[in-house]
């Protein structure tokens, strides 16, 4: 049995990974903020933003173990 297609999840997943890739800050280091540019911090959030997100999908949205159940009545 599929999953059944969740398009907010791939929407989330989508907005994040835009702002994961710092090039609508290309050719600039400023503004800084605590002595970082600004870029990074961004696509660093963004990362832990989309890991956190990924784990939260795996453990709470993924019916992996019912797959599997189902799996195994059919041997």
């Excluded at 994040?16 to 002595?35: D, K, R």
């Excluded at 600004?38 to 660093?44: N, R, T």
């Amino acid at each position: 049995m599929r999953e059944p297609l969740q398009a907010w999840i791939w929407i989330i997943v989508g907005v994040l990974l835009f702002f994961s890739v710092p090039y609508f800050f290309a050719g600039t280091y400023e503004p800084l903020v605590f002595g970082l540019p600004l870029w990074f911090l961004v696509c660093l959030a963004a990362c832990g933003l989309l890991v956190a997100f990924t784990g939260y999908v795996i453990l709470r949205r993924w019916r992996l173990a019912d797959a599997v159940l189902e799996g195994e009545d059919d041997a």
